[in-house]
């Protein structure tokens, strides 16, 4: 990391050199603590039953959640599981949908079988072509065993596919986008 002091009139301010690019220090520091919080929340700290007692549900209901594929969390070499705040979130997200919306778990699956998962990670057509979360809508691409493309060699878990869309407005915002998109070329 490079510094430069720049004086002005009235003040001295100093510049990062962040990837290439000058960056104001505050700036620099606000980005810091914004990659700092997003990787605690990311990091794996509640043991099932904390997860569990945390969202007011059972420890069998977590892992029913896990079996039908709506969460990846964090094993353990010794098969622990273990919670970050984003699967809290996650979590939460499914609730709401089941017990405010009335959405069914396997709903829940079709809507999350629609993120363009093959857009995001930027597959290939020969990729698309042989990927099965390509070729269906019942399941979201983490519950699939990739083999012959991109995600063979990804953890679903770490993927942004399922990181970023761990909460209810991250995925209205993506369907929404996508709506206007296709609204868009079929003007054109």
Avoid at 91 to 105: F, G, L, M, Q, Y
Wanted: hydrophobic share 30%; glycine share 2%; with cysteine.
């Amino acid at each position: 990391m490079k510094f430069t002091i720049q004086k002005t009139l009235n003040s001295t301010k100093i510049k990062h050199f962040f990837f290439g690019k000058k960056v104001d220090i505050y700036k620099y520091q606000v980005l810091r603590l914004k990659m700092f919080r997003d990787n605690l929340e990311q990091q794996p700290k509640y043991p099932i039953r904390k997860a569990a007692e945390l969202l007011k549900i059972s420890v069998h209901t977590l892992r029913m959640y896990e079996k039908e594929g709506l969460i990846i969390p964090f094993k353990k070499k010794s098969g622990q599981r273990l919670y970050s705040e984003i699967d809290i979130d996650r979590i939460n997200c499914i609730r709401k949908t089941i017990n405010e919306e009335k959405v069914s778990i396997e709903g829940i699956k079709k809507t999350l079988s629609m993120i363009p998962c093959w857009s995001i990670i930027n597959c290939s057509e020969s990729e698309r072509n042989n990927c099965s979360a390509f070729k269906t809508s019942t399941d979201p691409c983490w519950n699939f065993k990739h083999k012959n493309n991109t995600c063979a060699s990804r953890s679903c878990r770490d993927c942004i596919v399922y990181k970023e869309f761990s909460n209810c407005q991250t995925i209205k915002n993506k369907i929404i986008e996508l709506t206007i998109e296709k609204n868009i070329e079929e003007i054109k």
